[in-house]
């Protein structure tokens, strides 16, 4: 069982030239720096769609596309920003960014193959992902002030998105089976939304 922490990258992971790989802090938020963080993200999704086979390819293709062992890469600008990563079983793959002060994320993957991504900007954002199974993808934006997101994906092949503009959101996803698609997006204050799907197995 292979077990991998925040900024810990291990061989063939994606180049991202955007923006230093490993954590990196920076004492204030600038507009170039904003830009940047938006370049890097931008440059993960399309990594994450090269790795991922464009999100079109079955369990059985994502492990021939996929690199051998597990990828982790984590860019940290502000203050009190903290990750908790925990990867076990075959070639994850995951890339976080967190700008601003007192991020949080939790970050479980188990399984195989699995997939995801996550900007913070702003403060007091936290999320908590749990993958297992096989080949499932996930993604979270939050953009503001003490957003909550929760995705939990049990099973294969799920897709499931979560985009938070604003302050107070929350938003949970749970799937489970096979072959799900979810997508929640908040923009204001104060707004709360659940999703449960699940498909046959």
């Known amino acids: ?16 030239s955007a923006c230093e790989t490993g954590c990196r802090r920076s004492a204030a938020m600038t507009p170039l720096t904003t830009r940047r963080l ?24 994502l492990r021939a596309a996929a690199p051998s062992g597990h990828a982790l890469a984590l860019r940290q600008h502000g203050s009190a920003n903290a990750v908790a990563a925990e990867q076990s079983g075959q070639q994850h793959w995951f890339d976080g960014i967190q ?22 900007e702003g403060g007091n954002n936290t999320l908590d992902l749990l ?10 934006v939050q953009l503001g002030q003490d957003n909550q ?15 938070q503009h604003g302050s107070l959101n929350t938003a949970r996803i749970a799937q489970s089976g096979r072959d799900g698609s979810a997508r929640l997006s908040q923009s204001g204050s104060a707004r709360t939304a659940t999703l449960i799907q699940h498909q046959g197995r």
């Not at 938006?38 to 293709?61: K, Q, W, Y």
């Not at 997101?149 to 985009?163: K, P, T």
């Open 149 to 163: 997101a929760g995705i939990v994906q049990d099973g294969i092949g799920h897709r499931a998105s979560i985009d």
């Open 99 to 120: 700008a601003g002060a007192t991020q949080r994320a939790r970050v479980v993957q188990r399984g195989s193959l699995q997939r995801a991504t996550l900007l913070q």
């Open 38 to 61: 938006r370049a890097a993200i931008a440059a993960a999704a399309v990594c994450f769609a090269t790795l991922a086979g464009a999100g079109d390819l079955a369990p059985s293709e």
């Open 131 to 140: 993958q297992s199974g096989e080949g499932n993808h996930a993604g979270v």
């Open 1 to 16: 069982m292979e077990q991998s922490r925040a900024a810990t990258l291990p061989r063939r992971t994606c180049a991202l």
